[in-house]
T-cell receptor, first 112, second 112 residues
Framework: GESVGLHLPTLSVQEGDNSIINCAYS??????FIWYKQESGKGPQFIID?????DKRQGQRVTVLLNKTVKHLSLQIAATQPGDSAVYFC???????????FGKGTRLSVIA | SQTIHQWPATLVQPVGSPLSLECTVE??????LYWYRQAAGRGLQLLFY??????ISSEVPQNLSASRPQDRQFILSSKKLLLSDSGFYLC???????????FGQGTRLTVV
């Protein structure tokens, strides 16, 4: 079964607002986490990653936060744009030698 | 640069017919290779992964099999398709000991 899950299956935000997508993981041994974006009919695309020795990592308009105490991961998208509309998956692995385990995904809809 | 090719993009097959989906990777050697399946509106379920030629690990019992006849070639097969085999099949690769997985564009399989 899956060890990574999501709190919100769908999320609608106004264009220009910030989006927060949450994810809970159950394997405390996981030490590497990735957020993927999947547009309709396409394969998932890497957004940002974080290792367990960090609690925050920033990219371009995206920030990933990791709370190991409660085994929670979040993806923050600043100034959400229509092109951000997609399904977002979190994934976890242990030391890169185990296949990624994916959560169920959150569909983000941006309202123009 | 590395690229991953997966074909066909779409496939409609009758129940009981055989299946062969092919995935090839270019620009890297000895990658880890993965087959995932994604049901409509669901997350990614790992089916098979391979760490080398002829080495296949199966994650779930099913009507499918995988083979890796060459270093950068990964094939997903079935002798007799079932209706429940319909879905979106994704091939992915990752570096040995690496973490991020890179996905192909997927094959939409419909069994009728």
């Amino acid at each position: 079964g899956e060890s990574v899950g999501l709190h919100l299956p769908t999320l609608s935000v106004q264009e220009g607002d910030n989006s927060i997508i949450n994810c809970a993981y159950s394997n405390s041994a996981s030490d590497y986490f990735i957020w993927y974006k999947q547009e309709s009919g396409k394969g998932p695309q890497f957004i940002i990653d974080i290792r367990s020795n960090m609690d925050k990592r920033q990219g371009q308009r995206v920030t990933v936060l990791l709370n190991k105490t409660v085994k929670h991961l979040s993806l923050q998208i600043a100034a959400t744009q229509p092109g951000d509309s997609a399904v977002y998956f979190c994934a976890e692995t242990y030391s890169g030698n185990t296949p990624l385990v994916f959560g169920k995904g959150t569909r983000l809809s941006v309202i123009a | 640069s590395q690229t991953i090719h997966q074909w066909p993009a779409t496939l409609v097959q009758p129940v009981g017919s055989p299946l062969s989906l092919e995935c090839t990777v270019e620009g890297t050697s000895n990658p880890n290779l993965y087959w995932y399946r994604q049901a409509a509106g669901r997350g990614l379920q790992l089916l098979f992964y391979s760490v080398g030629i002829g080495q296949i690990s199966s994650e779930v019992p099913q009507n499918l099999s995988a083979s890796r006849p060459q270093d950068r070639q990964f094939i997903l097969s079935s002798k007799k398709l079932l209706l429940s085999d319909s879905g979106f099949y994704l091939c992915a690769w990752a570096l040995q000991g690496g973490t991020e997985a890179f996905f192909g564009q997927g094959t939409r399989l419909t069994v009728v």
